[in-house]
């Protein structure tokens, strides 16, 4: 396996950061969604290299000055700061995501690493500067700010990045990234860590069609409930200590569903509801019915997860990924990860840039790394499928990411290629 990344890393071109953008831009042609509200001409000379000069600095958290200083004659600060606050928003650099997710999955060699039905969300803490409408002093991670929280695919590729405030439980926000994914990837299943789990949380994810499957701890605190108090269980009774109120899931069975509808059709976000319905009044019916309907089901997943050890590891494989992720994103954000502005909106922005800068880097490691396996493949080296699923998007001993930047965009790579891998059939 060490032979066969090291003959892999070698065959890897050196290339840098600005160098990974153009070439994600060339493909995916996601800049096309930049530009002034109105919808018209951008009226920028050469706007393309400028869009990818403020996804840099923006993504890289290099912010506007310090990236015109390195690109003296290419752009100005002034011209980056105009492009973040006009032709740039939320949305689309959402939409731009969307298109470098679209391009990576043409590929086979992601299909190596998870098929797009999983998705993992965990937090981070994002450092803040002090005294901004968001952030606050986090316990779990005692330092000043807000919390990342991601959803990336089990095929590495990130899916959504937002921001929530520090003392929020993150399973309030666990089920708005998959619903406002408009990707090509459409998982079905959820995993995340002890905080991306309630019993709530449970119950709206089984009546959206959505299977949570958390990796759990201190399972020997966990409430295990029995169907009837008569039920009884010849080695496992210890393990419960409630029963299912079935009566008020049927009672409330059909605003349940309601809700349900409502969040299907956008009229409402499901942390917005689990907030409506768990904040200043817990014995709220309709709160009480999700969370009945949440510990039947999260039950039936101790149950399982308790039995099944291959279950358990795959999980905490898919976890690990999105661990990997938050150190890649910190690579990323080489200058610096204090979020600079005390602006939501901007924060929101700054998360997404770094994401989508995350994107182009593992489109364009896709590329190259097939390009590298087939070769590889040709010169009579061992390549298997075994072999290509230990790799990762999240290579960059080969990217390059100080000194004066440029960008030449007359020099383009060919047209996407996504050609079958040598041991695919």
Same mark, same amino acid.
């Given at each position: 396996?060490?032979?066969?990344?090291?003959?892999?890393?070698?065959?890897?071109?050196?290339?840098?950061?600005?160098?990974?953008?153009?070439?994600?831009?060339?493909?995916?042609?996601?800049?096309?969604?930049?530009?002034?509200?109105?919808?018209?001409?951008?009226? $920028?000379?050469?706007?393309?290299?400028?869009?990818?000069?403020? #996804? @840099? =600095?923006?993504?890289?958290? +290099? %912010?506007?000055?310090?990236?015109?200083?390195?690109?003296?004659?290419?752009?100005?600060?002034?011209?980056?700061?105009?492009?973040?606050?006009?032709?740039?928003?939320?949305?689309?650099?959402?939409?731009?995501?969307?298109?470098?997710?679209?391009?990576?999955?043409?590929?086979?060699?992601?299909?190596?690493?998870?098929?797009?039905?999983?998705?993992?969300?965990?937090?981070?803490?994002?450092?803040?500067?002090?005294?901004?409408?968001?952030?606050?002093?986090?316990?779990?991670?005692?330092?000043?700010?807000?919390?990342?929280?991601?959803?990336?695919?089990?095929?590495?590729?990130?899916?959504?990045?937002?921001?929530?405030?520090?003392?929020?439980?993150?399973?309030?926000?666990?089920?708005?990234?998959?619903?406002?994914?408009?990707?090509?990837?459409?998982?079905?299943? $959820?995993?995340?860590?002890?905080?991306?789990?309630?019993?709530? #949380? @449970? =119950?709206?994810?089984?009546? +959206? %069609?959505?299977?949570?499957?958390?990796?759990?701890?201190?399972?020997?605190?966990?409430?295990?409930?029995?169907?009837?108090?008569?039920?009884?269980?010849?080695?496992?009774?210890?393990?419960?200590?409630?029963?299912?109120?079935?009566?008020?899931?049927?009672?409330?069975?059909?605003?349940?569903?309601?809700?349900?509808?409502?969040?299907?059709?956008?009229?409402?976000?499901?942390?917005?509801?689990?907030?409506?319905?768990?904040?200043?009044?817990?014995?709220?019916?309709?709160?009480?019915?999700?969370?009945?309907?949440?510990?039947?089901?999260?039950?039936?997943?101790?149950?399982?997860?308790?039995?099944?050890?291959?279950?358990?590891?795959?999980?905490?494989?898919?976890?690990?990924?999105?661990?990997?992720?938050?150190?890649?994103?910190?690579?990323?954000?080489?200058?610096?990860?204090?979020?600079?502005?005390?602006?939501?909106?901007?924060?929101?922005?700054?998360?997404?840039?770094?994401?989508?800068?995350?994107?182009?880097?593992?489109?364009?490691?896709?590329?190259?790394?097939?390009?590298?396996?087939?070769?590889?493949?040709?010169?009579?080296?061992?390549?298997?499928?075994?072999?290509?699923?230990?790799?990762?998007?999240?290579?960059?001993?080969?990217?390059?990411?100080?000194?004066?930047?440029?960008?030449?965009?007359?020099?383009?790579?060919?047209?996407?290629?996504?050609?079958?891998?040598?041991?695919?059939?």
């Amino acid at each position: 396996l060490a032979a066969f990344e090291a003959a892999l890393r070698a065959q890897m071109p050196e290339r840098h950061l600005l160098d990974v953008l153009k070439r994600a831009e060339h493909w995916a042609r996601f800049t096309r969604h930049f530009g002034p509200p109105s919808r018209a001409d951008p009226k $920028l000379a050469r706007p393309v290299p400028r869009y990818l000069f403020t #996804v @840099f =600095g923006y993504g890289c958290n +290099l %912010g506007p000055a310090q990236t015109a200083r390195h690109a003296p004659g290419l752009i100005s600060a002034q011209a980056m700061r105009r492009i973040n606050a006009q032709h740039i928003d939320t949305g689309r650099l959402e939409k731009a995501m969307i298109d470098l997710i679209g391009a990576y999955a043409r590929f086979p060699l992601p299909r190596h690493w998870g098929l797009g039905r999983a998705a993992i969300a965990d937090g981070t803490h994002a450092p803040l500067r002090e005294n901004n409408l968001l952030g606050s002093r986090h316990i779990r991670y005692g330092g000043y700010g807000a919390i990342a929280y991601h959803h990336i695919a089990d095929s590495y590729v990130a899916l959504f990045t937002t921001v929530i405030p520090c003392g929020v439980w993150e399973a309030v926000h666990i089920l708005d990234g998959l619903l406002n994914n408009a990707s090509c990837m459409q998982p079905d299943t $959820l995993h995340a860590d002890t905080q991306g789990q309630s019993a709530p #949380v @449970f =119950g709206l994810s089984r009546l +959206l %069609g959505i299977q949570l499957m958390p990796r759990m701890r201190g399972l020997g605190d966990a409430v295990f409930h029995r169907p009837d108090r008569s039920v009884h269980y010849h080695h496992i009774d210890a393990l419960f200590g409630a029963e299912i109120d079935w009566a008020l899931i049927a009672t409330h069975w059909r605003d349940m569903l309601q809700v349900v509808f409502s969040i299907q059709a956008g009229s409402v976000m499901p942390s917005m509801l689990l907030r409506k319905l768990g904040s200043f009044n817990r014995q709220n019916r309709l709160y009480r019915a999700f969370r009945e309907l949440g510990r039947v089901e999260r039950t039936l997943f101790l149950l399982r997860y308790l039995d099944d050890i291959e279950l358990r590891r795959s999980i905490r494989a898919e976890t690990t990924k999105i661990e990997t992720f938050n150190q890649f994103l910190d690579w990323i954000a080489f200058g610096g990860t204090v979020i600079k502005s005390g602006d939501p909106v901007e924060q929101e922005k700054s998360l997404k840039y770094a994401s989508l800068v995350a994107n182009a880097i593992m489109l364009s490691n896709v590329v190259d790394m097939s390009v590298a396996l087939v070769a590889m493949a040709e010169a009579g080296e061992t390549v298997t499928p075994d072999l290509a699923a230990t790799l990762s998007p999240y290579m960059r001993e080969h990217i390059r990411r100080f000194g004066q930047y440029a960008l030449d965009m007359g020099d383009l790579p060919g047209p996407l290629d996504p050609k079958p891998l040598p041991f695919d059939p």
